[in-house]
């Protein structure tokens, strides 16, 4: 997966957006005005009432300013409410958490198949959600990586077998990777703006007939009688507008997320390098009957999903906001979507196979009956358009980004070897503030006891639980710190403020205990930030303003690797390719720390750039040992940027 142009896709869809929106509004203002209009008993006046018509024409004009400030209300309400991440989705679709603690073996099997995922991705471990519905669905929603929720629906656990539920949840995190997720948690927030005119009309047809007792003998309640039937008839004409405004809400959502699920459905693919756990979960998905949602939010989130979860009819067609079932197969397997259109040919009465062969574009008696596919766009074969011309350089970098099956058996391995005490440990909140002291504590025994004092001062229980720890350290190895660090973030987000605040003097007691700060400690401390920091907004930077911070991270880069004179070249050779200003390597990692996070503002691709030159200095001597990896991953991190863990199948 190409990581970076993908991204940068997102964000040109995300301005897009903004105009689809913008021009959404301006049809729903007109089409409101003119109902008002065509609703006021003072629309059309004789000539020597003229005063009635700049009256009317202030009336008006407050009406359509009344309409933008509902709309652009509804939007703003519904983009607060989601500003508390992927949480707020999977809760009004009636999701439950999942947790380790209390799940049976098919939640297990779930949660193994997100934390496989998860570190082959190098992303922090999103919250798992189990949806109460009995359709074959799922869904990713978050603002950021560190918010990002997985859910799933009942009836996906109960349906899928392991390959299965590995490709759906692939899936889910292409949708993570790609920036779909964010761009969908703005589009919901937007649409909901678009739908406020329909309810309002709702709440004249039914709130002030059910609020309020008419009594004709009362002339005050008969006037209240009168302004209500027109209130009732105002809100008729509001609800068929507000059905305009879910329909334009419906064509925008489609503009948007139909070729993104084509990408994710290739992404997936590519993540497992098998396509049969993708063809299969849809074919279950074509051949089963759709199930109701009982969540009646279900279509204001139906972009966000896996699979459609409206009706397959000709209205809902027009504004589909996925591919059908059947095209998105045949773009996998078309000798599997051919099956599937032959069972759902026999299983309805009255059409025909040949029905559903011409609609998938396969060969009938047409272009000589023989059942070959013809050259449609779906059903060319799977993968990604051929990327532009790179240097050699560059393709390393589009390498390692890469999710590959080894990263897939290389995250099943990192989770299966973990102690089991450190594993269980990394789902508690508790246990989890225990696990990040024991990864800190020093091999120097003066050290280490200066340390487990620290720890003793802030809190006996937990110097009892690292003591724990520290006693089944059998087995845990130094790739174990940050995949460690990563399946605990979701616990240690559930921290209050003021115990995260607390923890994080800690950490920094245990760090500088020997009055240093090693790069093991500077690589968990920066993930930890990374990913659970309230997120600030970096100002933009480009890479003329930033060259003297790049060369700092470079240099510093450089200087960790074992052979002198082939680091101080792979440094002449990335500052002669980039303009780079000679420098020395920062003494301190607060200078590295602050260089980072200036270097967070660059563009998407500078920051592709900027990974490649540290990629190739770490590998100058032709090895990567863990601690240039943590120092890759934290980097990576600290620019936004997840990165599968290097492995020597894949750098060169």
């Known amino acids: 997966m190409r990581f970076f142009e993908h991204q940068a896709q997102a964000r040109r869809w995300s301005r897009r957006l903004v105009w689809l929106y913008l021009a959404a509004v301006v049809v729903m203002v007109v089409l409101t005005t003119l109902l008002l209009a065509l609703s006021l008993p003072w629309w059309r006046v004789p000539p020597e009432q003229a005063w009635l018509w700049r009256r009317s024409a202030a009336f008006f004009g407050w009406s359509a300013f009344a309409v933008v400030v509902l709309v652009l209300g509804g939007t703003v309400y519904k983009l607060h409410k989601l500003s508390r991440g992927g949480t707020v989705v999977a809760e009004e679709l009636g999701g439950q958490r999942l947790l380790a603690a209390n799940a049976d073996a098919a939640q297990r099997r779930l949660l193994n198949v997100v934390e496989e995922m998860a570190l082959a991705a190098g992303l922090p471990l999103p919250r798992v959600y189990v949806l109460p519905e009995y359709g074959i669905n799922a869904f990713a929603a978050g603002l950021h990586r560190r918010d990002a929720v997985i859910g799933i629906t009942q009836g996906a656990l109960q349906a899928l077998n392991r390959d299965e539920l590995q490709a759906v949840v692939a899936h889910e995190f292409s949708h993570i990777l790609n920036g779909d997720m964010r761009l969908n948690m703005h589009l919901t927030g937007l649409l909901h703006g678009l739908m406020m005119i329909g309810l309002v009309g709702h709440w004249l047809v039914l709130g002030p007939r059910r609020s309020h007792k008419v009594r004709e003998e009362d002339d005050a309640a008969q006037g209240w009688f009168v302004f209500g039937w027109f209130g009732v008839l105002l809100g008729l004409g509001l609800m068929v507008l507000g059905g305009v405004g879910t329909l334009l809400a419906g064509w925008i959502q489609a503009a948007v997320s139909r070729q993104r699920e084509y990408l994710a459905d290739a992404s997936a693919v590519q993540f497992t390098r098998q396509k049969d756990g ?96 013809l050259q449609s766009p779906w059903l060319q074969p799977l993968g990604e358009m051929p990327p532009p011309l790179q240097t050699a350089e560059q393709r390393v970098l589009d390498e390692v980004m890469r999710i590959h099956p080894e990263h897939m058996a290389y995250a099943a391995w990192l989770r299966q070897s973990l102690p089991a005490a450190w594993y269980t440990a990394s789902q508690d909140a508790e246990q989890a503030q225990a696990l990040l002291c024991a990864l800190l504590l020093s091999a120097d025994a003066a050290v280490a006891e200066r340390q487990q004092t620290a720890i003793a001062k802030h809190q006996y229980g937990l110097s009892l639980r690292v003591a724990a720890l520290q006693a089944r350290r059998q087995g845990l190895q130094a790739a174990h710190a940050l995949p460690l660090v990563d399946l605990a973030l979701p616990a240690l987000a559930r921290l209050p403020e003021s115990e995260w605040q607390a923890l994080q003097s800690l950490l920094k007691q245990l760090m500088l205990a020997d009055q240093t700060l090693s790069l093991h400690e500077w690589c968990v401390w920066t993930v930890l930030q990374a990913h659970l920091r309230a997120h600030r907004h970096t100002a933009a930077l480009t890479w003329a303003e930033g060259a003297a911070d790049a060369a700092q991270v470079l240099a510093w880069a450089v200087s960790l690797n074992g052979d002198g004179q082939l680091a101080e070249q792979a440094y002449a050779q990335a500052a002669a390719e980039s303009a780079l200003p000679p420098s020395a390597p920062p003494r301190r990692l607060a200078a590295l720390q602050s260089a980072l996070t200036r270097l967070d503002g660059l563009p998407i691709a500078d920051k592709a750039q900027l990974l490649q030159m540290v990629l190739n200095a770490i590998q100058a001597d032709g090895r990567i040992d863990v601690a240039e990896r943590e120092l890759m991953r934290a980097i990576a991190a600290n620019l936004r940027c997840p990165m599968p863990p290097l492995l020597a199948q894949v750098v060169p």
């Open 278 to 373: 993708l063809v299969g979960a849809l074919h279950k998905i074509g051949s089963r009957q759709k199930q109701h949602w009982y969540a009646w939010q279900a279509n204001e989130y139906a972009h966000f999903m896996f699979d459609a979860v409206n009706e397959d009819d000709w209205l809902t067609r027009l504004s589909a906001t996925h591919p059908p079932t059947l095209k998105r197969i045949a773009r996998l397997d078309a000798q599997a979507a051919r099956q599937l259109a032959t069972e759902l040919a026999r299983a309805e009465t009255g059409t025909g196979a040949e029905g559903y062969r011409g609609w998938l574009g396969f060969g009938s008696s047409d272009n000589g009956g023989d059942g070959q596919p």
